[in-house]
């Protein structure tokens, strides 16, 4: 189609002057014409297949800037990824970091929850020994009944299985228990001054009726 409109606009030949006299040789009239067409047409031609190496060329071109960018958004994608990976990585470190820190601060406290408990139980028997060496002044059969019976009444404390909620509820109970030993003990200790005052008034009695 380039060719043809490209000839389209070729100047028409025009005849050639014939001089006077002369013969005219329209053979080589002819052949001059057929060589100056060749010769665009070889023109127009060799413009084509130029017009179209260039096209090809910014074909190839324009593939190669496709293909870098691709290759450009797939690094980009990987070095994204590859980020994202590792924040995840150091977020699940800081995840157990943290867990552990807690156990081992749950523990700490758990431990020292018992060892309270365990003193404190120390002391409760320390203190049933010491009111067992007071009373050595009363029969060794009383003092064995005795013994026998706040045996019976002792808890064992069992605290190494129980968590923090069972720990909390345990020393509760001691406390509660501990609380009702010593209101025992006080209306024990005041049943014993009443005794003691009532005696006291029955012997000054006796005497004023001696007297």
Do not use: C
Not at 63 to 79: P, Y
Not at 108 to 124: F, I, N, R, T
């Amino acid at each position: 189609m380039q060719i043809q409109h490209a000839l389209s606009f070729t100047e028409e030949p025009t005849a050639p002057k014939i001089p006077d006299g002369e013969k005219v040789d329209f053979d080589d009239i002819q052949k001059k014409r057929q060589n100056k067409d060749l010769i665009e047409l070889q023109a127009l031609i060799d413009a084509h297949f130029e017009h179209r190496k260039k096209e090809e060329e910014e074909l190839i071109a324009l593939k190669d800037r496709i293909e870098k960018r691709r290759s450009e958004r797939a690094e980009q994608q990987r070095i994204r990824a590859e980020k994202d990976k590792e924040r995840q990585a150091r977020r699940e470190e800081e995840r157990l970091r943290k867990e552990e820190a807690d156990a081992k601060k749950r523990a700490d406290e758990d431990a020292k929850k018992k060892s309270a408990l365990s003193s404190m139980g120390s002391q409760y028997s320390s203190y049933l020994q010491k009111a067992d060496s007071k009373r050595g002044g009363k029969k060794q059969t009383e003092r064995e009944k005795k013994k026998k019976i706040l045996a019976d009444r002792r808890k064992p404390l069992n605290i190494d299985h129980l968590n923090e909620d069972k720990l909390r509820s345990k020393a509760k109970e001691l406390w509660e228990w501990l609380y009702q030993l010593e209101a025992e003990k006080f209306e024990h200790i005041e049943k014993l001054k009443r005794q003691k005052y009532e005696v006291r008034e029955k012997e000054k009695s006796i005497k004023v009726s001696v007297v």
